[in-house]
């Protein structure tokens, strides 16, 4: 997502590479760009007229220092911008309600049952809620079907009516059963509808009315560009919605609708959806979203997600495991099942700073695992726990084992072996001489490239 925005940006910036100073002259050429740049990205024109008028006032208000060039400055200030555009900062969900209600809103397809099980999954293991998934999609042939899948796969229960086709008296059926049995959040999946379909529109708006839910969100296909915005404001104007969901924002997406849905029905966005997995979920963050756009990364989101599947009783045997050179193949496979949860590889990678601009071309198969996988179950227990003892004989079993090449089978154990040694370098480090290193590789500008 916002590949293209931010190479046109990038590009935008350099006008001003160069330049002494700002000037009125070079701040409306690069605005210009700028301009295009957001309108190519699918951006409310006049959401981008504004966005570049504020941005070229505060640049040509402002003393450029002598230790900022003014291309670093413009990057600062648009960033800002960009962050401010889209919100600020990132906006709670309300859960105050005994149960919590969450009513969800949107058109057809634009994903509510799939996005209803992730957030039903993310208050179950982020925040250690009891919710409950409820069935008003009535119409849609297989929808009751679908949610019960959904539920069965994140583990949450679902209330389900067959036959009833009244709406308010399910959720309010179901709202009944969560203060019975101790469910502390109703999430409510409802039908698709076109915003021009008066008769759909009333019934929502009825059933928002009857169970006065903490929470109503409307969720939007993010590839439907500017029309996600204009169906917004009609949903908004008729249900006056708390917040707004973005779903397939790593699809081919040109993302004009995160600049622009927030200034237009001027309501947060609370989540985005980021891939099939349940787990791809993310509370939406201005400010970071302002990051990778700006192609800066997001290491605050990626230090999230790990933390999301991090276990500390079993890094603390890890780590033990490491310091005596005991780490093994068993240990590294699970390593990669961690890695395998946090969502999407490429994504994962351009969070790192740098690292987007130098993978954006790259074809990284969300399966780049499966030959490494292949060949460490081919291995026998033994040869996992003791890689040492894999010889010419036992390589070449594993690699017919595993469907994979000699040659392979050697490059993965040459790659484990020097991970191994460096990952036991680091553990033996102190805290000193990890921050001489850090310190040595800033001067030097970095970390490498890949």
Known sequence: MFENLS????????????????????????????????LDADVNYKVA????????????????????????????IVHDELTELMGGKAVELNLQGRPAIILMSGLQGSGKTTFSGKLANMLKTRQHKNPLLVACDVYRPAAIEQLKVVGQTVGCDVYVEEGNKNVVEIAQNAIRKAKQEAYNVVIVDTAGRLAIDEEMMDEISRLKQAINPDETL???????????????????????????????????TRGGAALSIRTVVTKPIKFVGTGEKMEAIDVFHPERMADRILGMGDVVSLVERAQMQFDEEEAKKLEKKIRKNKFDFDDFMGQIQQI???????????????????????????????????????????????????????????????????????????????????????????????????????????????
Do not use: C, Y
């Open 49 to 76: 007229k504004n966005f570049t008028d504020t941005v070229k006032k505060k640049a040509l208000g402002m003393n450029v220092l002598t230790a900022v060039k003014p291309s670093q400055l413009m990057v600062k």
């Open 7 to 38: 190479d046109r940006l990038e590009r935008s910036f350099k006008i001003l590479k160069g330049e002494g100073k700002i000037t009125e002259i070079n701040v409306a050429e690069t605005l210009k760009d700028v301009r295009r740049a957001l």
């Open 218 to 252: 409307f969720v939007v296909d993010s590839m439907t560009g500017q029309d996600a915005v204009n169906t917004a404001k009609e949903f908004n104007d008729r249900l006056d919605f708390d917040g707004v969901v973005l779903t397939k924002l790593d699809g081919d």
């Open 340 to 450: 395998k949860k946090m969502g999407n590889i490429k994504e994962l990678a351009s969070m790192i700073p740098g690292v987007g601009k130098q993978i954006k071309d790259l074809d990284i198969d969300d399966n780049a695992f499966k030959g490494i996988e292949a060949i460490i179950n081919s291995m026998t227990p033994k040869e996992r726990q003791n890689p040492d003892i894999i010889n010419q004989s036992r390589k070449l079993r594993i690699a017919r084992g595993s469907g994979t090449k000699l040659e392979d089978v050697n490059r993965l154990l040459k790659q484990f072996d020097q991970t191994r040694k460096m990952m036991k370098m680091v553990s033996g480090m102190g805290s000193s001489r990890m921050a001489q290193m850090a310190a040595a590789m800033k001067a030097k500008g970095g970390m490498p490239k890949m």
